[in-house]
């Protein structure tokens, strides 16, 4: 199930970035990419309406350790560039695949204001996850959004065994709550 | 009567409705059918199609919705700050707003100290949609905007921390006031960064003001057009390791202009002509050989107008190179052109020369390097060292060589071997190792040659960059140099490192700025650097062309086909290996993976629906000890059109089943098929085409201004969805028919 997460992840990339500035290495080149091997893993395509931004859930995974190993072309040569990002002991990475598309809004998404929150009421901010890139995945910005469309994975470190995972989001008139597991 | 006639219009204008869904995207506008119908009498296992990718058309997305930003009336208070809009270029930003009267817009975009600033004055309007440059990375950028009539607005632009080693770049030398502070350094980077960012630009303290994400992460090379665009290969690879499907034009927001397509690909160099023509170094459209042929392709249709076969002119087993090859003979690596005489120069590698060629005439002027090793050339071809006291040395496996006004010639001569294979025992190597940027002053009637200017030699191995590399003359004796390969092996204690070396590598490329023989500035960068340029962010009177649409130019052409396997069809196996990649582009069908290994008789096969077979040659990538990457390609002028092809591989004598098919629509450009857009109707039940066309319809039902026959069905899911809105929630009606032309912007 995770491959098809995985590749949906590669096809988004390849549609958002905007040119020949895209990372299409599996477009031309057979990099491999070894998607990480999850501990959970879901794909659902569920899409909420909330001030002006359409916010599209494409699925989420959840894992201790990720890893990756992808293959680049020099001028010269072919290297392998391996990858492996583990969580904080007793923590889990939770990815998220969301897309969100600003259909008549003005406010701004942001990041610090979309909280992970367990069924115990744990709340967690997303994390620095620029790794996600080196997993070969799609990452979304790091930077707040206010414009067009992105799709893309976020991450968040999460208890190792938390559950009852949703992702909420309060505007400034409503509030969004997208259940994860 | 009336109902017959009713009757009919309905089934005409759901055919032509159905038909455009087609041209757009089928199986995502009827997904209940697509999911189960495309089944094949030898197959009844469930198909789907292989993906398809236009990145253009996202690039029109981006467009449209900053349109959308523009008419939302942000004022100078508070503009719209969109920051690297277009995805790829992620230290720009895009600033909208609106002003009540004409204004031109003042901006500097503030330097960590003033001498850093970058300066730009917009053009006068009262729509603002102003592009701006030189963001840092990871930080807060203060932009100063100021209007004609005083107004004046800070904007803090924060950008996001990118983790690349390219910021870990060093300004290692710097006489203040030697150097241009309006300029940055633009490099084309050969690897470094772990297949993300291929160009990247610093100022002159070593800062990252501007950074392009592009494939592979590798750009060979970077150039600003006349216009003021830049232009780079596509990094679409369709030959390893750095033979581009072709060039892109584009601006340093990371917007497209153009994609131009060219058979037999483009690597390490190309050339704008006055006529704005791109010359560009080419392989053979078949990569018998490669890196020997040089086109000139039409900048608006991107026909090839101008071809040479290198093998014309030079004997392909000549020059005594101890880095040629058979089949990379020549290794053309740079190009540049000489107007007032009509030569072309070309920087050979493999041959150790660069060779002058009358364009027009297609003949061989004269060949600059050692005359050693050369058997079949005339003599007369080669110059004569003169005033030779002073030093003279000849330039092997050179890059990047240059005409100058005043005939003289330079270039990079990385000096690799520095001898030929009748002289091997000579081979400079280890720690005598070194390159040099050079200037030879050249008497083309008494064919004599004078060295009258070197850097590097005495820098030895530690500036030692055996591949890649370049320089450029800035006026006033002075010199730009990129020694972009110099890579240290610690283990071995050796800057002798040739190109196909691989490992745990030191990497460093060194970007100079010389005055006749003193260094004035010296940016050291921890990645390799193909070139590296000087110029301005912003070019002179630049105006951001949001209207302008990406479009792509020329083709690939056929790729040959080769015998099909004797199998039966009922004996393929699932897939037991990695399949990488299967995808549908506008310009290509591509397939990759990785298996065990790659044998002789390994083909890609696609089946038609009466099972026909057409196979192509796979390719190897590489191989490890229990791997081996493949990959294939093919064009639309590769297979009969208005077919559906079911996709097999065949490796080893086993025929494997991808389970996916691909489409290809019917050729459009047939002249009988009347005025008006035109479809192919797919039949996902039979799995058969029907040509339709609105030209079915009279043109007094349906206008158009349509006026060439050449068509192709592009993607735009936003256009699927509307017209699916419109079938399902229109409530449109006989009389009052919903009507879209051109509604897939199919360019014609």
């Known amino acids: ?181 | 009567m009336k109902n017959k006639k009713n009757i009919i219009w309905i089934l005409v204008l759901c055919l032509a409705v159905a038909a455009l869904a087609v041209g757009l995207n089928w199986s995502k506008l009827f997904k209940d059918t697509e999911d189960d119908a495309p089944t094949d009498t030898n197959d009844t296992a469930a198909r789907t199609e292989a993906e398809y990718e236009d990145y253009l058309a996202s690039q029109t997305e981006v467009d449209s919705n900053l349109q959308k930003e523009l008419e939302n009336g942000y004022t100078i208070d508070d503009p719209m700050v969109v920051v690297n809009p277009y995805k790829n270029s992620p230290l720009t930003a895009m600033v909208i707003f609106t002003t009540e009267e004409t204004t031109s817009v003042k901006c500097v975009v503030k330097g960590k100290d003033n001498k850093n600033n970058i300066e730009v004055e917009f053009d006068e309007s009262k729509s603002h949609m102003l592009p701006i440059y030189g963001l840092y990375l990871g930080d807060t950028t203060e932009v100063e905007l100021t209007l004609d009539d005083g107004t004046t607005k800070v904007l803090q632009i924060q950008t996001e921390s990118i983790d690349t080693v390219l910021a870990d770049a060093e300004v290692t030398a710097y006489e203040e006031g030697q150097v241009n502070s309006n300029e940055l350094t633009f490099v084309s980077i050969e690897s470094g960064d772990n297949g993300q960012y291929g160009a990247v630009a610093y100022d002159n303290a070593g800062d990252i003001r501007w950074l392009l994400k592009t494939p592979e992460g590798t750009v060979i090379p970077l150039k600003r057009l006349a216009n003021g665009n830049i232009m780079i290969p596509t990094g679409r690879i369709i030959k390893t390791y750095y033979n581009s499907s072709g060039l892109i034009e584009l601006d340093l927001c990371g917007k497209i202009y153009h994609d131009y397509l060219v058979e037999g690909g483009e690597h390490h160099d190309f050339y704008e002509l006055a006529n704005g023509n791109i010359l560009l170094c080419g392989n053979a459209s078949d990569f018998s050989t490669v890196e020997d042929r040089i086109v000139e392709i039409d900048r608006t249709t991107g026909e090839i107008v101008y071809d040479l076969d290198l093998a014309e002119l030079i004997d392909p087993s000549d020059g005594g190179s101890i880095n040629r090859s058979d089949h990379d003979w020549a290794h053309t690596n740079g190009l540049d052109y000489d107007e007032e005489t009509d030569t072309l120069i070309l920087s050979c590698r493999h041959l150790d020369a660069v060779l002058g060629i009358d364009m027009s005439d297609k003949q061989l002027k004269w060949i600059l390097g050692d005359p050693e090793g050369w058997t079949n050339a005339d003599e007369s071809l080669f110059f004569t060292p003169i005033n030779t006291e002073n030093g003279f040395e000849w330039q092997f496996a050179q890059h990047n060589a240059q005409f100058l006004e005043d005939g003289d010639i330079i270039l990079f001569d990385n000096g690799a071997g520095r001898t030929k294979t009748s002289k091997e025992d000579e081979k400079v190597t280890g720690d005598d190792v070194y390159s040099r940027a050079v200037r030879y002053e050249l008497d083309y009637e008494n064919m004599t040659i004078e060295q009258v200017w070197e850097y590097g030699k005495d820098l030895g191995k530690e500036w030692y960059s055996p591949y890649i590399s370049g320089m450029s003359y800035l006026g006033t004796d002075t010199y730009w140099i990129t020694s972009g390969a110099n890579r240290y092996d610690a283990v071995n204690d050796t800057y002798d490192n040739p190109p196909y070396v691989t490992g745990d590598l030191v990497k460093k490329s060194y970007h100079n700025q010389v005055i006749e023989d003193q260094l004035v500035y010296e940016l050291t960068i921890p990645a390799l650097s193909y070139r590296s340029i000087r110029m301005s962010l912003y070019p002179s009177d630049y105006t951001f062309d949001l209207e302008a649409e990406g479009d792509y130019i020329g083709t690939l052409g056929a790729v040959n086909t080769t015998d099909n396997p004797s199998v039966n069809m009922e004996d393929a196996k699932s897939v037991d290996f990695e399949l990488t990649t299967i995808k549908k582009t506008y310009d290509r069908f591509i397939v990759s993976g990785t298996w065990a290994s790659t044998g002789e008789d390994a083909v890609l096969v696609l089946v038609d629906e009466e099972g026909n077979m057409t196979s192509f040659s796979l390719t190897s990538m590489t191989a490890t000890e229990d791997s081996e990457m493949f990959s294939v390609w093919i064009t639309e002028e590769s297979v009969e059109q208005g077919h559906s092809y079911d996709i097999y591989l065949y490796n080893n004598g086993t025929l494997y089943d991808t389970k996916q098919y691909v489409r290809y629509y019917v050729n459009t450009q047939s002249s009988d098929i009347g005025l008006g857009a035109k479809y192919a109707l797919y039949d996902n039940i039979a799995r058969s085409y029907q040509l339709i066309s609105s030209g079915s319809l009279t043109s007094d039902q349906i206008t158009t201004d349509i006026t060439t026959e050449e068509s192709a069905p592009i993607k735009t899911a936003n256009i699927e969805a509307q017209i699916t809105n419109e079938l399902e929630n229109g409530g449109y009606t006989f009389e009052s028919a919903m009507v879209i032309q051109d509604p897939f912007n199919v360019r014609l």
């Not at chain 1, 009421?121 to 997303?126: L, T």
């Open chain 1, 1 to 181: 199930m995770f491959k098809k997460i995985a590749l949906l992840a590669a096809a988004g990339m390849l549609l958002l970035t905007g040119c020949g500035g895209n990372d299409n290495r599996a477009e031309d080149n057979p990099t491999t990419v070894d998607e990480p091997t999850a501990a959970s893993d879901s794909t659902k395509n569920v899409s909420y309406e909330a001030s002006g931004w359409e916010i599209t859930y494409e699925g989420y995974l959840i894992d201790t350790s990720l890893q990756n190993a992808s293959t680049v072309l020099g001028y010269a040569e072919v290297e392998t560039a391996d990858f492996s990002k583990t969580a904080e002991e007793g923590k889990a990475f939770c990815l998220i695949k969301l897309k969100l598309k600003k259909s008549n809004s003005n406010e701004t998404l942001k990041w610090d204001k979309l909280m992970l929150i367990d069924a115990d009421g744990s709340e967690y901010e997303r994390m620095e996850d620029s790794f996600i890139s080196d997993l070969g995945m799609n990452r979304l910005p790091g930077t707040d959004l206010n414009f067009g469309e992105n799709e893309g994975w976020i991450c968040y470190e999460v208890d190792e065994n938390a559950v009852g995972l949703t992702l909420n989001y309060t505007f400034e008139e409503e509030a969004l709550s997208i259940r994860i597991n």
